[in-house]
């Protein structure tokens, strides 16, 4: 899983409800699709920009979950 994997999932059971957003250089695959499978929110691909990120931020804080 990974240390950010196990960081998440720690988190998770301190609050099964923790909103998170992954941010990553590399693409959906691997260990990015893992850790989102355990209940990230969001994901943006690095480089982003600030609207970019502003954006992701209030679509999960709202309840959407997008990739």
Do not use: C, H, N
């Amino acid at each position: 899983m990974g240390r950010l994997g196990e960081r998440f999932a720690a988190l998770k059971e301190l609050d099964s409800e923790v909103r998170a957003i992954l941010t990553t250089g590399y693409g959906l695959d691997g260990k990015a699709q893992e850790i989102l499978d355990l209940g990230m929110r969001g994901f943006l691909q690095k480089p982003f920009t600030v609207t970019a990120l502003a954006e992701k931020v209030s679509q999960v804080l709202a309840g959407s979950t997008s990739l």
